[in-house]
């Protein structure tokens, strides 16, 4: 990494988008854009629509911060469109973004290098509920995720059986696949990584007993206790699978890892997003702080980081 390449070119932070986490994008977006401008960046904020490549090509940036998350941005279009124009860019590549959205690739990924997943099935819309109905009913409570969403967004935790059908019929309006887990009881830990380092663990305490969208972006809503209350054999352990992933599925730049830890026992993993939330109040800039690490330096050391990766 060369110290301050992109000191005196043209940044283009990339915000907003299509996906149903635009707003929380746009205050990731502004927040970082802002930290670099702390740093005397050169920096634009472009809100990504329709009319993006025609903006890039009449006003061109030298390279691109990208703050969008969910589809087409934390997916790998986005830096597929990237990649073909040329413009070097933050963080994952198209394939390594393609599967961390898609939380039952991911699962099935993680799963083979021996990291306990919570037990799940994949539907999709031309599966048969019925077929699998009283199969799940044995495992209830289960929890309904549309399979390439983020923010809790289309999440429900089923309690009884009733609740089921609801449940996947909303998730599959969502998304195509849906992925139905067993429900984990345990302290909610997420791990953030910076340059392929796991930082140490924050736990995340929904003061409602669920961490939905409200409890994640309501002020006071949820408590976060840093470092996690987990042993430290426990701490060392997330880490290590955090980053273990990491390697494996070829991300960079920054990541964040979620977990449910069962009794200070048994770690299990359940995503890990590749563009998470960078308010100065998200979760990543939390445990960088904690670790020594303020907004800005997290900021600048994702951009200098930025490249192409394809044929690299
Ligand atoms: N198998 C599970 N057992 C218990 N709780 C779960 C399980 N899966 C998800 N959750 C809860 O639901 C929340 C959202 O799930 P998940 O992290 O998979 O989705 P997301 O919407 O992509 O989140 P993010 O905002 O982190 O991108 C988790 O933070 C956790 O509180
Ligand atoms: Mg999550």
Known sequence: MTQGIWRSKKIGVLMGGFSREREISLKSGHAMAEALRQRHYNVDEIDVDLQLIKRLLQQPIDVAVIALHGSYGEDGSMQGLLECLKIPYTGSGVLASAICLDKALTRVLVDLQGITIPEGIVLTRDDDLKSVENQIFRRLPVIVKPNREGSTIGIHVVRKREELKPAVEEALQMDSKVLIEDFIEGTEVTVALFEGRALTPLEVVPHSGFYDFKSKYTPGETEYIL??????????????????????????????????????????????NTIPGMMETSLVPKAAKYDGISFEDLVEGLLEGASLKVGS
């Open 227 to 272: 470092p996690a209350r987990i042993s430290t054999e426990m701490t060392e352990r997330v880490q290590k699978q955090c980053e273990l992933i990491f390697k494996n599925l070829g991300l960079k730049g920054i990541a964040r890892a979620d977990f449910i830890v069962r009794q200070n026992k048994k770690p299990y993993f359940l995503e890990i």
